[in-house]
């Protein structure tokens, strides 16, 4: 059973477009948001966070939103860059179950020049 | 790069062996977690550690175990191998419970 979900495998976005990497989850419990990058022979990076206090977190080029009632959040990128061609990791956990975190299938960004 | 640090970066073996993955976490990191990533599979958490002790566990396999030791060190053990098992094992740290994880480059292994 995927608690995090990521349905697209894989997006290609102009360079200077906005990306969206939509991701939803099925468990009412999670708190806790994150979103990872992993660039090819490297270990996952941590970009962004949001707590389910909020609902937009923002942080230069990337933005999360958080929509509790749909179970879905969405990082955008604006301007996508080339640099930003990676694989995008959602994840997900329950900050009172210590950080135990559930990371989602990935959706590889290209961004082509 | 992130100040986790994983060997070996590659591992070949056959079915059947025993390996052992090893993890040195982030200057004054008290946590550490194992994760699993298959080919096309996302990251599955498989245990935490936390200052010598276990704290959470995943879909960890019975045949593979884990500890911490007290220099914050984290070794991965790999039992009775068969061909599923070749994946990317990375290894995570982080100052606490609840914290940011910093990921290792992972360790790639092969079972043939």
């Known amino acids: 059973d995927q608690q995090v979900k990521q349905n697209s495998p894989s997006l290609s976005v102009q360079e200077g477009r906005i990306s969206i990497l939509n991701c939803d989850y099925t468990n009412s419990m999670f708190d806790y948001f994150l979103w990872y990058k992993k660039y090819p022979a490297e270990g996952p990076t941590f970009l962004i966070s949001?707590?389910?206090?909020?609902d937009k977190n923002e942080d230069g080029r990337f933005t999360v939103f958080l929509n509790k009632s749909a179970k879905h959040l969405s990082l955008h990128i604006v301007p996508s860059q080339p640099g930003d061609s990676a694989v995008y990791f959602c994840a997900a956990s329950v900050v009172t179950s210590y950080d135990k975190v559930i990371f989602g299938p990935g959706t590889s960004l290209s961004v082509i020049p | 790069d992130s100040g986790v640090t994983q060997t070996p970066k590659h591992l070949i073996t056959a079915t059947g062996q025993r390996v052992t993955l090893r993890c040195s976490p982030r200057?004054?990191?008290?946590?550490v977690y194992w994760y699993q990533q298959s080919l096309d599979q996302g990251l599955q958490f498989l245990i935490q550690?936390?200052?010598?002790?276990?704290?959470a566990k995943g879909n960890i396999l019975e045949r593979f175990s884990a500890q911490q030791f007290p220099d914050l060190h984290s070794e991965l053990n790999l039992s009775s191998l068969e061909l599923g098992d070749s994946a990317l094992y990375f290894c995570a740290s982080s100052q606490g419970p609840q914290e940011t994880q910093y990921f290792g480059p992972g360790t790639r292994l092969l079972v043939l």
């Open positions: 550690y936390y200052n010598g002790e276990e704290r």
């Open positions: 949001i707590s389910s206090i909020k």
């Open positions: 200057s004054g990191d008290l946590s």
